[in-house]
């Protein structure tokens, strides 16, 4: 991120992969969107003068074609009601050298490593946040949700390259999370 001018933040939450981007260029515009009015009022909390907040459909982004460097994610393009379409969006706003940024779960190719990751978002994350929040930290279960229908990361990665054919696969990290950059050429 650190020779991009503008990058949006799809399913910014409440704003924390913007600080980080700041972190890497404080010169640099983010927009933040997010389905979630109540998301983007604790992400507007991020106090930078280049910093806008949108309210929007991953489906149906309110921006002209290719108007920016970057498209990061970060745990939300799960949440997407149609992922294919996300994917035309992103493809639509990014440049044409533009980079989509993703992080986000992933179901592991390994059966073995697949169901020892389903128990840990069906049993073991919920007992840890009762242990930290109390009852609402019960609701971390509706991951497991989530992962059950998230398709398997090799599946996952053709899926987004059939838009964005170039890949590096940044890290792999513990309970099935992964950062990945995709471009198209």
């Known amino acids: 991120?650190?020779?991009?001018?503008?990058?949006?933040?799809?399913?910014?939450?409440?704003?924390?992969?913007?600080?980080?981007?700041?972190?890497?260029?404080?010169?640099?515009?983010?927009?933040?969107?997010?389905?979630?009015?109540?998301?983007?009022?604790?992400?507007?909390?991020v106090e930078?003068?280049?910093?806008?907040?949108?309210?929007?459909?991953?489906?149906?982004?309110?921006?002209?074609?290719?108007?920016?460097?970057?498209?990061?994610?970060?745990?939300?393009?799960?949440?997407?009601?149609?992922?294919?379409?996300?994917?035309?969006?992103?493809?639509?706003?990014?440049?044409?050298?533009?980079?989509?940024?993703?992080c986000d779960l992933i179901k592991p190719d390994n059966t073995l490593l697949e169901k020892l990751f389903g128990f840990y978002w069906l049993a073991v994350s919920p007992l840890l946040g009762i242990v930290a929040a109390g009852r609402k930290g019960a609701k971390v279960w509706v991951i497991w949700k989530t992962y059950r229908r998230w398709p398997k990361l090799s599946s996952f990665i053709e899926i987004i390259r059939s838009k964005f054919p170039r890949y590096e696969l940044r890290r792999k990290m513990r309970f099935g999370v992964f950062v990945a950059v995709f471009r198209r050429s």
Do not use: W
């Not at 930078?48 to 970057?70: C, H, I, M, S, Y």
């Open 48 to 102: 930078k003068p280049k910093t806008n907040a949108v309210q929007a459909l991953f489906e149906n982004l309110p921006f002209r074609n290719g108007v920016f460097d970057a498209v990061i994610t970060a745990f939300a393009l799960r949440d997407a009601a149609d992922g294919y379409k996300t994917l035309d969006e992103v493809d639509r706003i990014l440049h044409r050298d533009g980079r989509f940024i993703v």
């Open 1 to 45: 991120l650190s020779n991009m001018r503008r990058v949006l933040d799809l399913g910014c939450g409440n704003g924390v992969f913007t600080k980080i981007a700041y972190e890497e260029n404080p010169e640099m515009e983010v927009v933040m969107v997010d389905i979630l009015p109540e998301m983007l009022h604790y992400a507007k909390q």
